[in-house]
């Protein structure tokens, strides 16, 4: 379904039942991200919560209205929320997504009973690395001016977008399938205009680690053990600085361990909610 969230129309989904507390999750990827990666990592929990999954303006089917900044997206967070008729959420985000979680829980506080992120990290640095993991990877052979384009948000078009993702992927999973691969290339919506505005516009200023020890909600911090462009030392940050926060590391994962090892991820957040969450009961386990 499309709703009028803050001036834009977003694609938005729901699962679970009619007032049951909601989970609201960010896709990860600005500009490339879409629901169906949120849907697929929270939607099990639909047994516990109504689950909210939408694309976020200017990324995947929603309206591409501007500004496409942290502030903004969060704000459309909040929006959810009210649409939604909670008074608090489980606010939840992967990557990308995880930024924008972050950025929500220090904005809006008394909204926010618990905090799940995935393979994210809490200022930029993270590319300084990356590109260190990038130049000693063997995978694939990296076009370098293609490499920076992408990551200063110098993105012609969304064909470009299409072909520069399609060069990166194959160092995102912990084992390489080239066919699996491709597939997931064809499968995505590419939005340059919000790429490019993340990079140029939020990527400089983003910083959140001074802020984190304000967040009060618990939190459950996850991280594949491989993950090349997020790595385990940004998600031990998260942690070190977030007061309530328990950090796992997937050990047979790269940056998706909510699919690379998809039961003992789903069991991981369970054990978390029903800790955090008394309140779900034995259901939550």
Known sequence: MFVEINGARLNVEVL?????????????GGGIGSLAEPKGTFGPLSDLFRVVVFDARGCGLSEGVPPYSHAQW????DALREWAGADSIVVAGGSYGGFIAMEYAIAYPDRVRAMILRDT????????????NAR?????????????RYWTGAIRDDADLKARWAELIPLYDFEYDPVETAARVEAGIY???????????NAPVYDVKPRLPSVTCPTLVTVGR????????????????IPDARLVVFEKSGHSPQFEEAEL????????????LPDLGAAAR
């Open 226 to 241: 491989h993950d090349w462009v997020t790595p385990v030392s940004s998600s031990e940050t998260i942690a070190s600085l």
């Open 265 to 276: 991820f789903q069991r991981t957040m369970r054990d978390f909610l029903a800790d955090a």
């Open 121 to 132: 990290s809490p200022d930029w640095t993270n590319l300084k690395l990356a590109h260190e």
């Open 16 to 28: 679970g039942e009619e007032g049951a507390p909601v989970l609201i999750a960010h896709h990860g």
């Open 74 to 77: 969060a704000a459309d967070v």
């Open 191 to 201: 939005r340059h205009e919000a790429h490019n505005w993340c990079f140029q516009h």
């Open 136 to 148: 000693k990877q063997t995978r694939v052979e990296l076009d370098w001016d293609n490499y920076e």
